[in-house]
Nanobody
Framework: QVRLVESGGGLVQAGGSLRLSCAAS????????MGWYRQALGKQRELVAG???????NYADSVKGRFTISRDNAKNTTYLQMNSLKPEDTAVYYC??????????????WGQGTQVTVSS
């Protein structure tokens, strides 16, 4: 079993910053892609940022230049640094990690979600 634990959400004023963390634990053999998604009230979940094992990154157009995704392979952790936050960034943020466990089976795990609220 692989478990993801997210932290770092909260309430911030527009223009402020937050840093989200997502740590994976369990019988992990390797981690491939890591990503952050968000779901605003009444909207579909959308990809915010992703990072591959080769450290290639991709971002939603709405967050380019403001958000930065990174990973620490030694800690099985991904981070999302969010700067210049806007009220429209308000959402529940979920991390997603894909990889394999020691039994050579693939996994695709989701975090529990963390609320980010940006006030105007």
């Amino acid at each position: 079993q692989v478990r993801l634990v997210e932290s770092g959400g909260g309430l911030v004023q527009a223009g402020g910053s937050l840093r989200l963390s997502c740590a994976a634990s369990g019988s992990i053999f390797s981690i491939n892609a890591m990503g952050w998604y968000r779901q605003a009230l009444g909207k579909q979940r959308e990809l915010v940022a992703g990072i591959t094992s080769g450290v290639r990154t991709n971002y939603a157009d709405s967050v380019k230049g403001r958000f930065t995704i990174s990973r620490d392979n030694a800690k099985n952790t991904t981070y999302l640094q969010m700067n210049s936050l806007k009220p429209e960034d308000t959402a529940v943020y979920y991390c997603n990690i894909e990889g394999s466990v020691i039994t050579d089976m693939d996994f695709d795990a989701w975090g529990q979600g963390t609320q980010v609220t940006v006030s105007s």
